[in-house]
């Protein structure tokens, strides 16, 4: 299959893409499957939701299939507990998929994000797209419909409802206010633009709520989450003057707090709350063994390039990536190359 990005820049920064491709496919298929990457967030899972009431709009028969479990906080996107399910567990082995005719890929473009189902996607006979806003990208062997200047996956998927004429419910609406808000730091990030807070008003309208959707992704929280915050903010440590922020969480963390690996989902946002602070980091130590490395930017550091540099990915403002040795060697090794690229981009702190 060749590799397709089908877009124009429109007027002004934003790209306009060609919503043919994913027309065609709706035209040519029944049976659609849907995935996402690991450890799915809210603009995976809200992106899914949008996509899957479109094609069941036009009549489509929808299955998503992700390979991480849903995080109990997006359990409002799944009311009847009917819509996600996770492969190769709860009901979706890949034998019962073999009726579906095509894939659609939502918010990632690298294999090692599909993790253990990566296989299944590289075996999958059918037509397969991407959609996506991410900077990295492999070759997926796909139509990949992308705008790295999207604020989320969200964005697109609406896009792409205007491009088809399909009309938004409540459901698809909740969906994309999910995806856009939470890639967006709730609208907090320099990625929220006129037209985002445009496309949030459209969602509302369309029988979204900002308030509920808050509650129910923020107000939520179990005591294990909460303890496991007040931990790793205790833990919170700074190098380069201040410029750097980071924590860790080893599984023991997890243990004694009785908090999940889902449960770190946006701690990483508290390291760079701090005055003064350039660069956050946090390291989350694996049950597989090795870390996942989070970074985030406030100043002109490109964390998807950093995290490039260990076969991660991102954005210029937010990235990550898996690093393989124990979590003591790691944090040291990361916070000196931050450090030194810090201290490289601005020069030495002037004291006041
Ligand atoms: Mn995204």
């Known amino acids: 299959m060749i590799s397709v990005s089908g877009f124009h820049v429109g007027s002004g920064n934003r790209m306009t893409l060609d919503w043919s491709?994913?027309?065609?496919?709706?035209?040519?298929?029944?049976?659609?499957?849907?995935?996402?990457?690991?450890?799915?967030?809210?603009?995976?899972?809200?992106?899914?939701?949008?996509?899957?009431?479109?094609?069941?709009s036009r009549g489509r028969d929808v299955r998503i299939v992700n390979v991480s479990e849903t995080p109990a906080r997006y359990d409002f996107l799944d009311p009847q507990g009917a819509r996600f399910h996770q492969f190769?567990?709860?009901?979706?082995?890949?034998?019962?998929?073999?009726?579906?005719?095509?894939?659609?890929?939502?918010?990632?473009?690298?294999?090692?994000?599909?993790?253990?189902?990566?296989?299944?996607v590289r075996a999958f006979t059918g037509p397969r797209l991407v959609i996506d806003h991410h900077v990295s990208q492999d070759d997926m062997g796909a139509?990949?419909?992308?705008?790295?200047?999207?604020?989320?996956?969200?964005?697109?998927?609406?896009?792409?409802?205007?491009?088809?004429?399909?009309?938004?419910?409540?459901?698809?609406a909740t969906g994309l206010l999910t995806a856009i808000t939470m890639d967006t730091g709730w609208l907090r990030h320099p990625s929220?633009?006129?037209?985002?807070?445009?496309?949030?008003?459209?969602?509302?309208q369309a029988g979204a709520s900002l308030t509920g959707?808050?509650?129910?992704?923020?107000?939520?929280?179990?005591?294990?989450?909460?303890?496991?915050?007040g931990e790793t903010l205790a833990g919170l440590r700074t190098a380069c003057e201040g410029r750097v922020a980071y924590a860790s969480v080893t599984l023991k963390d997890l243990e004694r707090t009785g908090a999940t690996s889902q449960d770190t989902e946006?701690?990483?946002?508290?390291?760079?709350?701090?005055?003064?602070?350039?660069?956050?980091?946090?390291?989350?130590?694996?049950?597989?063994?090795?870390?996942?490395?989070?970074?985030?930017?406030?100043?002109?550091?490109?964390?998807?390039?950093?995290a490039g540099q260990f076969g991660g990915g991102g954005h210029r403002a937010a990235a990550g990536a898996s690093l393989p040795d124990p979590l003591e060697e790691q944090v040291s090794k990361v916070v000196q190359l931050v450090s030194q690229q810090v201290q490289a981009q601005r020069g030495p702190v002037v004291s006041a």
């Open 266 to 306: 946006d701690l990483i946002d508290a390291t760079v709350s701090l005055r003064g602070v350039e660069v956050g980091l946090l390291f989350t130590e694996l049950s597989r063994g090795g870390v996942k490395l989070s970074l985030r930017s406030r100043e002109g550091f490109d964390c998807a390039k950093f």
């Open 192 to 204: 929220t633009t006129p037209d985002t807070l445009r496309d949030v008003a459209e969602l509302v």
């Open 21 to 56: 491709p994913l027309e065609k496919l709706i035209g040519s298929h029944q049976k659609f499957l849907l995935t996402t990457h690991v450890r799915p967030d809210g603009d995976a899972l809200g992106s899914e939701v949008g996509l899957a009431e479109l094609l069941q």
């Open 213 to 229: 959707t808050y509650r129910f992704i923020f107000e939520r929280n179990s005591l294990s989450r909460m303890r496991l915050m």
């Open 143 to 172: 139509v990949m419909l992308k705008d790295p200047t999207a604020e989320s996956t969200g964005t697109l998927v609406l896009r792409a409802a205007r491009a088809l004429n399909v009309s938004l419910n409540p459901a698809m």
């Open 88 to 120: 190769n567990e709860l009901g979706a082995h890949p034998a019962d998929l073999l009726d579906r005719e095509a894939l659609i890929i939502l918010d990632l473009s690298s294999w090692s994000q599909l993790a253990g189902m990566a296989d299944f």
